[in-house]
């Protein structure tokens, strides 16, 4: 072997074919490409749902109050069929959902990537300097991680006030600490191989070995997190909305029709809870199906 | 072994001192004291009293010290709503949401702990991979719309349950308890169930890794060639081993049974704690919201430290380290 005057040559070990072996791999459980394709649909409802949606749930004006609480199937005046039902304000459920969904995805994928990102490099820079630095940051993290995230939520929730963007932020808060002790584990792990030991003898800035050679490296355990997550996030998200700290009743997420629901459901009303939650169901599920193979796949040791 | 567990306790003291901190930043420095510490309704003059009684004109350092005070004095002010000492309305509410979590932890191991066993014992069965299927859906479903669903079919289909509140309570040790008459039974039933729903999957899956991990293991083969029956050997070897993981789990669970609660009592309207946090959030009861708080971190930081201990006791290796 020729040495390489540039460094670039001593970055992640290259593996040939990695990547299209774990994705052969990934395709051969049927339960995780059917909930590849579920989530795959369900971006691309909740994408055009402007577009596809019977009626915009959000403009007052197109919602008439006589149509309020129709069974599933019924038609209003205007020739509209509901086919999921209407809720109180004569919203139709099949729209709410579809737009619910927009908001629920945007909370769980945002709050799950900021937190990730936050707590990688927190994780990464703990692991590499090592000494005081690191183990200040693991008390803090350690401290945050003994206390639920659903606590942690409404602690931030409190001090922040309601509202989509400060379910967030909480989520954000709740959550970075678990991605930054799993990449620490990782990391000290990585830190002591020699592709690590070659970038230190080229004298390489310490941020570019950090984000250059030890997080590519890191990265697996990360995904999976992060996966997970974004379901726990959609998840902490409609339960937030549904206790009347997320969303508000004017632009409902699917935690706030089945909040608005629950009133009905004890006069059997069924349809405005019913709906949105198994729309939660299958979009948590999916989610939670693809990661658990993406675990299997990428094989992460401390996850 | 008396110097780790005091130099736990000191710890477990810093933790608590250091959530003071954040929840006071919280409070005071990124929210509105004056808002959130007076109420809205208040004059002028009950305004100006007040801020002098809370000590708001004081610098912060000043303020931060005065908090400290009222900690110590568990007194936290007034609650807007009921016009009651904060801590007290908690604490009046904290056997409600006791009796919700431990009945729901003992029902995720009653029904978790067997099936777990189970799977873990028989890992090729149908059975098996039907319950660790049905696991993935208790870990999936979100805990307050599978409450609705229980409303729906128990209470207003089926009408065998109640939906709302404790029911007839019945007096033991100065406490009002539901489980000690039929009727407080039948409405503490639901949100049990509901809320053990997910720890239920939790201690499943557990028990069932902790099984396989177990079985392997030399002393397990000693003791099948030994002749010992497969009942004690599962009963004494390998459940003496699962104990550990578990007990972790159960002890930090608890905690977040507590902190959970929040969801399953805003349905039942089950009148603990959770429900009057939720309700001090929305009408922004902040002496109520600033005493739970402190509560919960109370009450976790001593969660953790009673599961130090009990690592002490159950493994003996964790008691060589502290020594060492």
């Known amino acids: 072997m020729t040495i390489s005057p540039f460094p670039e040559a001593y970055e992640a070990p290259p593996e040939p074919g990695r990547l299209r072996r774990q994705v052969q791999d990934f395709l051969r459980s049927p339960a995780a490409v059917a909930g590849l394709c579920l989530i795959i649909i369900i971006v691309l409802l909740a994408l055009f749902a402007p577009l596809i949606s019977p009626q915009d749930p959000y403009d007052l004006t197109q919602l008439d109050i006589l149509d309020g609480r129709l069974p599933p199937g019924s038609e209003s005046f205007s020739g509209l069929t509901y086919y999921l039902g209407t809720d109180s304000q004569g919203r139709d459920i099949l729209s709410g959902i579809l737009y619910g969904l927009r908001t629920s995805l945007t909370v769980g994928i945002l709050s799950a990537f900021a937190a990730a990102i936050i707590g990688t490099t927190v994780g990464l820079i703990a692991a590499y300097f090592g000494g005081r630095t690191e183990s200040t940051i693991m008390r803090l993290v350690d401290l945050q991680l003994s206390f639920p995230t659903i606590l942690m939520a409404l602690m931030m929730l409190a001090i922040l006030g309601k509202g989509v963007l400060n379910v967030v932020i909480a989520l954000i808060i709740a959550e970075w600490a678990t991605y930054a002790r799993t990449v620490r584990g990782t990391a000290l792990v990585e830190r002591e191989k020699e592709y690590i030991e070659a970038a230190r003898s080229f004298r390489l800035p310490g941020w570019r070995i950090l984000f250059r050679h030890l997080l590519p490296n890191c990265l697996a355990p990360v995904i999976v997190i992060a996966t997970m997550q974004v379901a726990r996030a959609i998840g902490l998200e409609a339960t937030l909305s549904f206790l009347g700290l997320g969303a508000s009743v004017t632009e409902p997420s699917l935690g706030m029709l089945i909040s608005t629901g629950y009133q009905y459901l004890l006069t059997g009303l069924y349809w405005i809870s019913f709906f949105p939650g198994i729309a939660l169901l299958i979009t948590i599920v999916s989610i939670n199906l693809v990661g658990d193979r993406l675990r299997d796949v990428l094989n992460p040791r401390n996850v | ?324």
């Open chain 2, 1 to 324: 072994m008396a110097i780790s567990l005091i130099r736990r306790l000191i710890q477990a003291l810093f933790v608590i001192l250091a959530m003071t901190v954040i929840v006071f930043v919280g409070v005071s420095v990124i929210g509105n004291p004056v808002d959130i510490l007076i109420n809205p309704d208040a004059n002028q003059a009950e305004r100006l009293r007040l801020i002098a009684h809370y000590g708001l004109d004081q610098p912060l350092w000043k303020q931060y010290l005065l908090f400290l005070q009222g900690l110590m004095h568990g007194d936290f002010g007034d609650s807007f709503v009921y016009g009651r000492p904060a801590l007290g309305l908690i604490l009046e509410r904290l056997p409600a949401t006791f009796e919700l979590a431990i009945s729901a932890l003992l029902i995720a191991i009653v029904v978790g702990l067997p099936l777990g066993l189970y799977a873990g014992l028989h890992p090729h069965r149908i059975s098996s991979r039907i319950i660790m299927s049905g696991s993935i859906l208790g870990f999936s479903l979100p805990t307050f719309w599978v409450g609705l669903m229980l409303v729906m079919v128990f209470s207003v289909e089926l009408h065998w349950l109640p939906t709302n509140g404790r029911g007839a309570t019945a007096e033991m040790l100065g406490v009002q308890w539901s489980f000690l008459t039929r009727d407080g039974l039948a409405h503490l039933l639901l949100p049990a169930f509901n809320l053990a729903l997910f720890k239920t999957s939790l201690v499943l899956r557990l028990t069932r890794a902790g099984v396989q991990e177990v079985l392997p293991q030399d002393y397990i083969k000693f003791a099948r060639a030994k002749g010992l029956a497969d009942r004690r050997i599962i009963f004494v070897h390998v459940l003496k081993n699962l104990m550990i993981p578990l007990v972790t789990i159960i002890g930090l669970e608890f905690g977040s049974l507590i902190a959970f609660s929040v969801v399953t009592e805003s349905i039942f309207a089950w009148p603990g704690m959770g429900k009057l946090i939720i309700d001090s959030i929305n009408l922004l009861d902040r002496p109520v919201i600033v005493a739970y708080l402190m509560m919960m971190v109370v009450l976790f930081v001593a969660l953790n430290f009673l599961i130090d201990v009990c690592y002490t006791l159950l493994d003996p290796r964790v008691r060589l380290d502290a020594k060492a």
